[in-house]
């Protein structure tokens, strides 16, 4: 009796393990982590500039919470020395994830030696159902801007910021995600702008009314805002433009209807399980449909200085 039951024990202990071992890794997405951002950079980019980046980084992650994993990479100007970035690139992906085809990647278009050439910056999210590995590759250069601009600063926080929303969204389906983050630029990138606008405006050192200064200057794309026109409807492109400005100012105005908690931290709770609109009717008390006519028809016709006061006082 005794050594059967022992038998029966044993088989259980096989069991249990062959189940464990099967078990696919746990997919932590979205769950706030300790582990910081890796950094790699071109040869020719100075250590003040990576230190600048993660300066930045810091200040985000300890603003909105910190999520990964996520990659920074940093280009110069350098054609060669963004070549050989391009190539460690490559072996990073591989490492991380066997699947990824090593000339898919190599043949990228909008590798570092674009970024050497044009500048600016840009996160790539990697999750879908294809692919073992889902992450975050942020991409910072070295002009539009440059990191001696001030600029620098608040794209970065911009480019976290991305990384949040995206947190935020648990699906592998691609469909799904685009439900959440709005196809068109007007939410997520006026989402990303104002937030970043805002954060870097609440520096030590940072002069008062920047924010009112950043804020006047997108309101200048109401003249290329067609008549009847609404954001929602705008894509990344050559109009992009007028979606990132006066996105901006359709947060600060969805935030002045309700609260930051509201928009930074309740909306993206919701998010994944309510879906946009869902979470947004919950959260703003309006349906986003209501909210946008307001904003165009009502918020954008007032004089400027009326505008101006629903950014909050420094
Ligand atoms: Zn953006």
């Not at 391009?86 to 570092?112: I, Q």
Request: aromatic content about 12%.
């Amino acid at each position: 009796m005794m050594y059967r039951s022992f038998i029966a024990v044993l088989l259980l202990a096989a069991i249990l393990s062959v189940a464990q071992s099967s078990k696919p890794k746990a997919d932590s997405w979205g769950e706030p982590t300790r582990k910081k951002a890796e950094f790699y950079a071109a040869s020719d980019v100075p250590e003040s500039h990576i230190l600048l980046t993660k300066q930045w980084y810091e200040i985000a992650s300890k603003a909105w919470g910190n999520y990964g994993p996520l990659e920074f990479w940093i280009v110069g100007t350098d054609q060669e020395a963004a070549q050989k970035l391009d190539e460690r690139y490559c072996e990073v992906r591989k490492k991380k994830d066997a699947g990824v085809d090593l000339d898919g990647c190599r043949n990228r278009s909008h590798n570092f030696e674009r970024y050497a050439r044009e500048g600016n910056a840009g996160l790539n999210t990697q999750r879908n159902e294809h692919a073992d590995w889902s992450g975050f590759i942020v991409t910072m250069a070295s002009k539009n801007p440059g990191p001696q601009e001030e600029d620098y600063k608040s794209v970065t926080l911009h480019e976290y910021f991305h990384v949040y929303q995206h947190a935020h969204i648990f699906s592998k389906s691609r469909e799904e995600r685009e439900n959440r983050t709005q196809k068109n630029p007007w939410w997520i990138e006026g989402g990303a702008e104002y937030m970043a606008q805002l954060l870097y405006s609440r520096q030590t050192g940072v002069r008062e009314g920047y924010l009112i200064e950043k804020m006047k200057r997108k309101l200048r794309a109401i003249d290329d805002l067609e008549d009847g026109e609404s954001i929602r409807n705008i894509a990344y492109g050559r109009r992009g433009h007028i979606a990132y400005s006066l996105g901006a100012w359709f947060v600060a105005f969805v935030i002045d209807k309700s609260s930051e908690e509201a928009f930074r931290v309740r909306f993206f709770k919701d998010l994944n399980k309510l879906g946009f609109e869902g979470s947004f009717e919950k959260n703003f008390e309006h349906t986003s449909q209501e909210l946008l006519r307001e904003f165009h028809e009502e918020f954008l016709k007032k004089s400027e200085s009326e505008m101006l006061q629903i950014l909050p006082p420094r």
